[in-house]
């Protein structure tokens, strides 16, 4: 499978996704916080970087869940509309890509 490469758009939510899973840890290590997730420290170490812009959903269900976060939550932080506006593109595009 090719992977295309990332916008700038996947790369600042990817950032934002970060920021938000530092932020909910909060004091919380990084090793019990991937552990309980049963993801690496590493994998988490690279999205909480923003090093991983588009991690798996399996991945992302899994450490919101340990950090107390709903999905829904997390998609709101990361799918703000201002990301509209730069690439013009809509909710109904998201839904479909």
Do not use: C, H, N
Not at 15 to 23: H, S, V
Not at 35 to 40: G, I, M, T
Not at 54 to 71: D, K, N, Q, R, Y
């Amino acid at each position: 499978m090719v992977r295309l490469p990332l916008t700038p758009a996947d790369v600042e939510r990817g950032q934002r996704l970060g920021a938000l899973l530092r932020r909910a840890r909060g004091d919380r290590s990084m090793l019990e916080t991937a552990l309980d997730a049963r993801v690496s420290p590493e994998t988490l170490r690279k999205i909480e970087s923003g090093r991983v812009a588009t991690p798996a959903f399996s991945t992302i269900a899994a450490i919101a869940g340990v950090l107390g976060l709903s999905l829904d939550e997390v998609w709101a932080e990361i799918s703000r509309p201002e990301d509209d506006a730069r690439t013009g593109r809509d909710a109904r595009d998201r839904l479909v890509s």
